[in-house]
Protein backbone atom coordinates (compact mmCIF):
# COMPACT_ATOMS: atom_id res chain seq x y z
CA UNK A 1 0.00 0.00 0.00
CA UNK A 2 1.27 3.27 -0.88
CA UNK A 3 0.30 6.96 0.97
CA UNK A 4 -1.51 7.65 -1.92
CA UNK A 5 -5.53 8.47 -0.46
CA UNK A 6 -7.96 5.88 -2.90
CA UNK A 7 -10.20 7.24 -1.33
CA UNK A 8 -9.74 10.30 -3.62
CA UNK A 9 -9.69 8.17 -7.11
CA UNK A 10 -12.94 7.41 -8.21
CA UNK A 11 -13.82 4.43 -10.41
CA UNK A 12 -16.20 4.72 -13.06
CA UNK A 13 -17.26 1.96 -16.15
CA UNK A 14 -14.46 3.53 -18.20
CA UNK A 15 -11.51 5.42 -16.20
CA UNK A 16 -10.05 6.79 -13.00
CA UNK A 17 -10.69 10.05 -11.79
CA UNK A 18 -9.15 12.25 -9.65
CA UNK A 19 -10.48 15.80 -8.90
CA UNK A 20 -7.82 18.37 -7.96
CA UNK A 21 -10.08 21.62 -7.40
CA UNK A 22 -11.56 22.62 -11.33
CA UNK A 23 -9.13 20.21 -12.90
CA UNK A 24 -10.04 16.28 -13.33
CA UNK A 25 -6.87 13.90 -14.29
CA UNK A 26 -7.66 10.54 -15.46
CA UNK A 27 -6.92 6.93 -16.70
CA UNK A 28 -9.42 5.19 -19.43
CA UNK A 29 -9.21 1.61 -19.55
CA UNK A 30 -11.20 -1.33 -20.81
CA UNK A 31 -12.27 -4.28 -19.05
CA UNK A 32 -10.62 -7.35 -20.86
CA UNK A 33 -11.99 -10.02 -18.87
CA UNK A 34 -11.13 -12.51 -16.74
CA UNK A 35 -10.29 -9.79 -14.42
CA UNK A 36 -7.85 -7.67 -16.26
CA UNK A 37 -8.15 -4.05 -16.87
CA UNK A 38 -6.24 -2.66 -19.71
CA UNK A 39 -5.11 0.75 -19.04
CA UNK A 40 -5.16 2.89 -22.58
CA UNK A 41 -4.83 6.51 -21.56
CA UNK A 42 -3.73 8.62 -18.84
CA UNK A 43 -4.47 12.60 -18.75
CA UNK A 44 -3.56 15.37 -16.97
CA UNK A 45 -4.49 18.69 -17.61
CA UNK A 46 -1.93 21.31 -18.24
CA UNK A 47 -2.49 23.19 -14.46
CA UNK A 48 -1.93 20.03 -12.77
CA UNK A 49 1.45 18.46 -14.75
CA UNK A 50 4.54 18.54 -12.62
CA UNK A 51 3.34 18.03 -9.78
CA UNK A 52 3.37 14.49 -8.82
CA UNK A 53 -0.78 14.29 -9.88
CA UNK A 54 -0.29 11.90 -12.43
CA UNK A 55 2.08 9.28 -10.70
CA UNK A 56 -0.81 9.97 -8.05
CA UNK A 57 -3.05 8.64 -9.95
CA UNK A 58 -1.78 5.64 -11.59
CA UNK A 59 -0.75 4.48 -7.79
CA UNK A 60 -3.83 5.25 -6.30
CA UNK A 61 -6.16 3.21 -9.55
CA UNK A 62 -2.90 0.66 -8.98
CA UNK A 63 -4.18 0.32 -5.41
CA UNK A 64 -7.47 -0.15 -6.30
CA UNK A 65 -6.54 -2.51 -8.94
CA UNK A 66 -4.81 -4.83 -6.15
CA UNK A 67 -7.71 -4.66 -3.86
CA UNK A 68 -10.36 -5.46 -6.30
CA UNK A 69 -7.70 -8.88 -6.88
CA UNK A 70 -7.25 -7.32 -10.39
CA UNK A 71 -4.77 -7.40 -12.65
CA UNK A 72 -3.70 -4.53 -15.51
CA UNK A 73 -2.95 -4.52 -18.54
CA UNK A 74 -0.40 -0.86 -19.07
CA UNK A 75 -1.29 -0.18 -22.57
CA UNK A 76 -0.30 3.55 -21.62
CA UNK A 77 3.44 4.25 -21.58
CA UNK A 78 3.28 6.79 -18.15
CA UNK A 79 1.32 4.00 -16.90
CA UNK A 80 4.24 1.76 -17.52
CA UNK A 81 6.65 4.33 -16.51
CA UNK A 82 4.88 4.81 -13.11
CA UNK A 83 5.44 1.02 -12.58
CA UNK A 84 8.44 0.19 -13.43
CA UNK A 85 9.66 3.43 -11.07
CA UNK A 86 7.61 1.23 -8.28
CA UNK A 87 8.08 -2.22 -8.83
CA UNK A 88 5.85 -3.70 -5.77
CA UNK A 89 3.42 -3.01 -8.36
CA UNK A 90 5.01 -5.50 -10.96
CA UNK A 91 2.88 -8.14 -10.24
CA UNK A 92 -0.68 -6.46 -11.15
CA UNK A 93 0.40 -6.57 -14.65
CA UNK A 94 -0.85 -9.29 -16.77
Not at 6 to 34: C, K, M, Q, W
Not at 47 to 54: D, F, H, K, P, V
Request: charged share 20%; aromatic share 6%.
Amino acid sequence: MTDTDTAAIIRTPSRFELAVGDHVAFINYTAEGAGVLAFTHTEVPRALREGGIGTRLVLGALDQVRAAGLKVRPLCGFVRHVIARHPDYADLVA
